[in-house]
């Protein structure tokens, strides 16, 4: 049955064209893929070498004025020596982003945070939203890459390649000779399937392969080789539930188009339909502000406690009696510091608050998504692109590290009074990224959830299928 299926597939033109179409789908996707992570690279690059040239520009000037060759600057946000001051802007640290071997399969989240960010003292939005994320009507419409192409295009072409397994040859007048032999019909359309549905799915894969080769993706690496593995079960696991969608659905023995119509509204209600109505629900039950309306919170936020802190200082220094320069430098200077650090920590207040509603969205999004097929394997294919909110979580987390003991660097040596010398920028601290792996027990859990339940649906729809069969006899 598979020889002559073959043969019929050889001198069948649309099995080329489909064959073409998963070519080029997979080549634009790859290419665009390579482009961003090229593109995140350089502006990596740029902001780490920004970061050498001001830490040697700032060490050079105060061994000047050390060295007593130098004045330092009257105003204290420019003084070289003043702590706060340099670790809030000269001296800010690159914490970076590092892709993962297969970076260019998927976008994921890495279109909504910066390659880098540029971590100082204060409040963490000085940094998380510093700057600006991808143009707003690309992340609107999506961007094409190899995900896209499995999660949407790929059910649509298995759809045009099996609809009319069985309805097509009934309507032929073939059938009856198939349902005359000895072999059952279940292992007959089974092959058949198997042929149409391996030829687009094998026809990926080595696209994908290739191209990642071609692209030099570090594919010799044990993650490496991991990750395409599970990449490629998940491919064939989500493939197989649409080609088992295909026979139920003939196994209802109504004709070619009304298979047609009911396959193509199956992919409209998985693909479409349910993930939006997912995350409508999430978005409803625990509503959360946008980015735009976070950054007004916060920077209202730092508005209000700069206001205060002014009526703060007036009122401290008119107790106190603080009038002139003399009497007023030190204690002014303390006082400023404790009402800084009570603002920054009313921005991060409202910070938490819409992280807090984001992850319970996202909690609820992950259980919800159990429901539908093409939300699991997008999140696992961004997980296997390094890409997934497992691997972003984890980042972000190291980076709130980084910044809080970036912050304690500064923050005790202005509470003590300490000015910086040249010698305290070679023991700044810096940040070391370390990529989470893609089996993090986050991720890996994702990935056994995605793989059950595909192959769950995959062998219940078999069931199905069997019983139609045998009932139509």
Known sequence: ???????????????????????????????????????????????????????????????????????????????PSNPIGVGRGSAAAIAHWSDAPLAATAVGLADLYPASFRVGVGSRDRFLFSDEIANPLQLATGSFDLV???????????VAL????MSGEREQGTWALTA????????????????????????????TAAGLWLQGAPLASAEAVGAFAAWGLTLLLYAGFWLALALWVNSWHFSSAFNALALVMAWVLLVVLLPALISATAQALYPAPSRAEVVLAVREAAVDADRDRAAEQARFSAEHGLTTPANAGAANERHALLLTLAADRRADAVLSQHEALVRQQRALTDRLGLLSPALLVNDTLSELGGNGHSQWDAYLGRVDAFHTQWQAFFVE????????????????????????????????????????VLALALLGLMVLARRGLMRAG
């Open 1 to 79: 049955m598979l020889g002559c299926e073959w043969r019929l597939a050889r001198s069948d033109a649309g099995t080329w064209l489909a064959v073409l179409l998963v070519l080029a789908c997979v080549a634009y996707a790859l290419f665009n893929g390579q482009q961003r992570v090229a593109e995140r690279s350089a502006s990596v690059g740029i902001a780490l070498a920004d970061q050498t040239e001001r830490l040697q520009g700032l060490r050079q000037q105060l061994i000047e004025i050390e060295a007593g060759r130098a004045k330092p600057p009257s105003q204290p946000w420019r003084d």
């Open 413 to 452: 040596r202005a509470q003590a009074g300490l000015r910086l010398g040249s010698a305290d920028i070679e023991r700044l601290p810096r940040y070391d990224e370390v990529r989470a792996s893609i089996w993090a027990p986050g991720a890996a859990q994702r990935m056994l959830s995605t793989w059950a």
């Open 180 to 207: 005359a032999s000895s072999a059952p019909p279940l292992p007959i359309l089974l092959a058949k399937l198997l042929l149409r549905g391996g030829i687009a799915v094998a026809a990926l894969l080595l696209f």
């Open 162 to 165: 099996s609809y009319n397994v």
């Open 148 to 158: 896209f192409v499995v999660v949407y295009l790929l059910p649509l072409l298995l």
